[in-house]
C-alpha cells in the first residue's frame, strides 16, 4: 500500500465514523495589512457565541499574529505535534470568550518526507479536532505564496478580506488567478466569498465587491459571492493595539457589530446547510497528498 493509499483509507474511516465532520473556513488576503487575522478573530468569537465551538489555526508561519492580538503565549504549536509527538489538545491554547488558537510554528515543511506510520499519527490527532471544533478558522499568510495556495485548495470555504484601495483589489484577483490555475484546484468543490474591510460606508464595500467581481467573472470565470463589510473603526484600531478583540473590548462598536452580522450570516441554517464539510483529516490530507506530488 503506497503513502496516498494509506492516506485516502484515513479519511474514508474518519468520514464513515459517527464523529462529525468540522466546518473548515480558510481566511486569506492578497496582501498583508488588510486585517485579515483581525478578521479570523473577531468571526470565532462572534461565531462562538453563537453557541459554535471555535478553533483558530494560525497558518501564517514565521508570525504570530493570532497569539498577538489574543495576548496569549501558546506553550505548544503545530510543529510539537508533527515532530515532537504532542497531541492535539497539547497544541491548543485557549484564548478569550473559549476560543481556542493553534500556533503554526514553524510550519509544515518536511511533512512530505516523513513516513507512513508518522503521517497516519498526525493525521488522526488533527482529525480529533472534529470532535473538538465546530467550526476551524484557518488564518493563512498574505498573498501568493505556494503555503498560501495549498491551504486554499485543501478548503471547501474560502474569505478572501480586502479593502478600497486599488493595491489590494488588484492584489485580490491576482489571488484568485493564482488559485484557479492551480492544478489541483476545483472551482465546483469550493466557495469563494469576499469581505470589504475599512470601509466609509455599506454602499462603498458593495461598490468594492462589484468591482472585484465584475473582472473575476469576466476573466476567471469564477463565482463569489459578498459577505459584507467592515467600517474604518478607530475603537477597533485602538483595541488592537490594546491586544484586545474588539467584538470582546467593545461589543457594541461599528465593527464589532458588523462582525456580528457577518457571522451570523456565515451560520444561517440554510448557508450551512450548503456547506460540504470535510473534517480536519481530509484537509491535511489533501495538503500532503499535493506536497507529495510536488
Excluded at 486554499?152 to 493595491?167: F, N, R
Excluded at 451560520?267 to 480536519?280: F, H, L, P, Q, Y
Aim: glycine content about 8%; charged content about 20%; aromatic content about 6%.
Amino acid at each position: 500500500m503506497d503513502q496516498a493509499e494509506q492516506l485516502r483509507n484515513i479519511i474514508k474511516m474518519n468520514q464513515q465514523s459517527s464523529r462529525p465532520l468540522a466546518r473548515i473556513i480558510t481566511v486569506t488576503s492578497g496582501k498583508g495589512g488588510v486585517g485579515k487575522s483581525n478578521t479570523s478573530i473577531n468571526l470565532a468569537i462572534q461565531m462562538r457565541r453563537l453557541g459554535l465551538r471555535v478553533i483558530i489555526l494560525d497558518a501564517d508561519f514565521g508570525l504570530a499574529n493570532i497569539e498577538i492580538m489574543f495576548g496569549t503565549v501558546p506553550k505548544h504549536n503545530l510543529a510539537d505535534l508533527i515532530y515532537q509527538g504532542k497531541n492535539i489538545k497539547d497544541i491548543i491554547t485557549w484564548g478569550p470568550a473559549e476560543v481556542g488558537f493553534i500556533s503554526g510554528g514553524s510550519g509544515i515543511v518536511g511533512l512530505s518526507n516523513l513516513s507512513r506510520d508518522y503521517l497516519t499519527y498526525i493525521i488522526q490527532n488533527l482529525a480529533e479536532l472534529d470532535a473538538i471544533a465546530d467550526v476551524v478558522i484557518i488564518d493563512t499568510g498574505a498573498g501568493i505564496s505556494d503555503a498560501v495556495l495549498e491551504f486554499l485548495v485543501a478548503s471547501g470555504e474560502i474569505i478572501v478580506v480586502t479593502t478600497p484601495e486599488p493595491t489590494s483589489i488588484t492584489d485580490s484577483y491576482s489571488l484568485l488567478k493564482a488559485l484557479n490555475r492551480h492544478p489541483r484546484f476545483l472551482p465546483e468543490m469550493s466557495q469563494i466569498k469576499v469581505i470589504a474591510n475599512r470601509v466609509d460606508s455599506k454602499e462603498e464595500g458593495q461598490t468594492l465587491f462589484h468591482k472585484l467581481n465584475s473582472v473575476v467573472a469576466r476573466y476567471l470565470k469564477l463565482q463569489i459571492s459578498y459577505l459584507g463589510s467592515i467600517p474604518q473603526d478607530q475603537q477597533l484600531s485602538r483595541a488592537v493595539m490594546q491586544q484586545v478583540p474588539i467584538s470582546i473590548q467593545n461589543e457594541n462598536a461599528r465593527s464589532a457589530l458588523a462582525f456580528e452580522e457577518i457571522a451570523a450570516k456565515l451560520c444561517d441554517v440554510e448557508t450551512s446547510k450548503a456547506i460540504r464539510k470535510r473534517g480536519m483529516a481530509a484537509f491535511f490530507s489533501h495538503i500532503i497528498a499535493g506536497k507529495q506530488k510536488g
